[in-house]
């Protein structure tokens, strides 16, 4: 059963500037808190991540085929080897959001991935920090957690840059680590 508002419409998490939009309510509706895995889909969410740092996530939405397109699809062997042009021309393209520090983060983190292979994975590692207890109804919703502290501080120990705790908790949300639609999200209720 899905909870429903009057004339049967879903109830959703109160984004500001959601309702009505329909990239906005498809992501929410599609992808937010789904379980994601994979070292690519990772890659791509803990990115976007990095990316929305300061500003508002509909805006990295509507940036996302750009950002696919400009990150070779977030294959982490292709970013890996980004020269020094490939940033010069990642700055230049206004389809993304141009700020070097995040670019080069992203190319660092490409490469941490690779290393990573050799031991536990990204996949492991992420997936190793998802909390024990579920947020229980009624709960407010932290920006950041215990567990999302360890994330940052392990990804930062691998070589990972521009993930801090509250990013890392903004990842953990997204790829469904925790699940935190708002109590009466149909989405939470119907995972």
Known sequence: MSVAGAAGVRIRCPWPGMVGDELYESYHDQEWGRPVSGERDLFERLSLEAFQSGLSWITILRKREAFRTAFANFDPEVVSKFSDDDVSRLMADAAIVRNRAKILAVIANAQAILDLRSGEGLESLVHSYAPQEP???GEPIPSQTPESVALAKALKKH??????????YAAMQAIGLVNDHSDDCWARVNP
């Open 135 to 137: 947020r229980l109804p």
């Open 159 to 168: 070589g990972f840059k521009f993930i801090g705790p509250t990013t890392a």
